[in-house]
């Protein structure tokens, strides 16, 4: 192919990235968005195999290859269940991290000169990727709860991980200086420790924000890795997704009321927690589903607070059933949506979109807030840390400072739990022991019906 | 390529970054970051071209391993967005 040809090629895909990115930030535009940039990304792969000086080795092995990632890729993403998805795009990020530092291993491993700038992004691309991709790993296990969502924290942990710094900083000018190979796998050694070593730290509700973060690294390995590569595409591409998501992580830190900052180095400031000193088991109060059904059949308005566990019960069209019976009997009915209800931010609408619950009754915290004191019941869905006081009462807990939907405004409050254990940031809730509060132990999918059978009835 | 071509290439590009996601609303935070994560899948561009011209057992099953990894990362991100993003449409709201 004319290199000019193959040049342009680049360009195209280039715009269509940006337009995909432009896109993807307004709900009438976003799917079709997603969906050019999905076209640009076909149109680059296949422009590589008629690229000027292609060598045309390897190509059988190449189709294969990219035959293989298909086959993993798409059931992955097909069949991922929408309350995994969070966890499934870490994975894809890491991957993708680990796929940046390969290419720059790779290239340096290939006989020819070495330049000194080509060698620093080199090492850029080994570490940050290395990075992306253990740290990714690590948010995947605490997402899918394979591992504590508590952070975690070990005596002199700190140390090791300014330790594990310093030897990766310093690998990473050995490797400068000697333009080794051993150097450059104990480089790559050293950063996938320090991923690990990065995320433990950060607790459950911190966790969308690091893989928003770990997104943007990723861009910027990618960009590094274009240097490397001579490739105006990857450097375009990779800083668009770079500085997009960096402007991204902030903006989610700032819906979560969290300081990037204190996210980032929580490795370096986390002190060990004093766990739940007030374990004891206190009284709560707690009802059947008929209870609940005659507070809900003689309120005026209801507010229903989905969380995670609603998505888990796959409650969402019990839940829909009920509103609308609530709202037949004209009973003013909301759905009061935390911005981070769920795992990450806008997940919760996605899951209630998913159930065809009505877009209007969707209300956002700031607007739903004020209308509290006017609430009659507040039905909490499997939800912990989004209306727990904890947030603006105890200062130095890992929630401390997120805003939180004010539901000890309301008459009362419900609570559907499967149990009294703490949300995923870990935390014990003091509404649970609250006067006004009734508990419906139980899954919620089951506690909803049986709710929705008694109010039939009443 | 010289150097400062490429620097302009990338301080533009920083840019643009900043400017098409400035204004985007919570809901579609998760999408976004999704379809942000599916275009870094690009570096399997860069994965084929170092395959391509790959002549050891080492560098190319790298390179092999690189291809996998970045198409699972290409494909499977942007099927995942569409899926979120098909549920966006469709209801009676105002979305």
């Known amino acids: 192919m004319n290199s000019n040809l193959y040049a342009l090629i680049g360009l195209v895909v280039a715009v269509c990235f940006i337009m995909a990115l432009k896109g993807l930030s307004a709900p009438k535009s976003a799917r079709r968005g997603n969906l050019i940039g999905a076209f640009g990304a076909t149109v680059a792969t296949l422009s590589v195999f008629f690229a000027p000086g292609a060598q045309h080795h390897n190509t059988l092995a190449i189709i294969i290859a990219v035959a293989f990632g298909v086959i993993v890729g798409v059931p992955a993403a097909r069949k991922v269940q929408m309350t995994q998805m969070p966890q499934l795009v870490a994975l894809f990020n890491g ?21 000194t700038a080509a060698t620093i992004a080199t090492v850029f691309t080994v570490v940050v990727g290395s990075i992306s991709f253990s740290g990714s790993v690590i948010t995947f296990l605490k997402l899918q709860e394979i591992m504590t969502t508590r952070p975690v924290v070990f005596p002199g942990g700190r140390f090791v991980i300014a330790a594990t710094l310093i030897g990766t900083l310093g690998t990473a000018v050995w490797v400068v200086h000697s333009g ?28 969308p924000i690091v893989i928003s973060l770990l997104n943007a690294f990723t861009g910027l390995t990618v960009a590094a890795g274009g240097y490397v590569l001579n490739s105006t595409l990857l450097i375009v591409a990779g800083t668009l997704v770079g500085a997009s998501g960096t ?32 374990g004891e088991a206190r009284p709560v109060k707690s009802g059947s589903p008929d209870d609940v059904a005659i507070l809900l059949n003689y309120a005026q308005r209801v507010v229903i607070v989905p969380g995670f566990g609603l998505a888990v019960a796959q409650a969402q069209h019990t839940v829909r059933e009920l509103a609308d019976l609530l709202t037949a009997k004209g009973i003013d009915v909301a759905y009061g949506i935390h911005p981070v209800a769920g795992r990450m931010p806008g997940h919760m609408n996605v899951l209630l979109a998913e159930a065809n619950v009505p877009y209007e009754q969707l209300v956002e915290m700031e607007e739903v807030n004020p209308t509290f004191p006017q609430t009659d019941v507040v039905l909490v869905v499997g939800a912990n840390d989004v209306v727990n006081p904890a947030a603006k009462t105890t200062p130095g807990c890992p929630i401390y400072g997120m805003p939180i939907l004010d539901v000890s405004q309301a008459g009362n409050v419900i609570f559907l739990k499967r149990s009294m254990r703490p949300g995923f940031a870990g935390i014990e809730n003091e509404l649970l022991y609250d006067a006004k509060t009734t508990l419906l132990f139980g899954d919620a999918k089951e506690s909803l019906t049986k709710v929705v059978n008694s109010l039939k009835a009443l | 390529m010289s150097s400062i071509v490429i620097l302009t290439i990338f301080v ?55 291809i996998v990894l970045a198409t699972v990362n290409m494909v499977g991100g942007f099927v995942v967005t569409d899926r979120m993003l098909e549920m966006f449409k469709g209801k009676g709201g105002k979305k």
Do not use: C
């Open chain 1, 95 to 115: 991957v993708g991290g680990g796929a940046a530092a390969l290419v720059s291993i790779v290239e340096y491993l290939s006989p020819h000169e070495k330049n």
């Open chain 1, 180 to 207: 080794g190979n051993t150097p450059l796998l104990i480089l790559g050694l050293l950063s996938l420790l320090f991923g690990v070593l990065f995320v433990l730290p950060v607790g459950g509700a911190d966790v």
């Open chain 1, 247 to 278: 402007i991204l992580t902030r903006l989610m830190a700032a819906a979560m009321g969290r300081s990037l900052f204190g996210t980032l180095f929580g490795a370096f400031t986390a002190k060990p927690q004093d766990v739940a000193a007030a």
């Open chain 2, 12 to 66: 533009l590009s920083v840019f643009i970054g900043f400017e098409v996601v400035s204004k985007v609303s919570t809901t579609l935070h998760t999408p976004l970051m999704s379809g942000a994560n599916a275009i870094h899948g690009i570096i399997l561009f860069g994965a084929i071209m170092v395959a391509d011209k790959s002549t050891t057992t080492l560098t190319t099953s790298l390179s092999i391993a690189a």
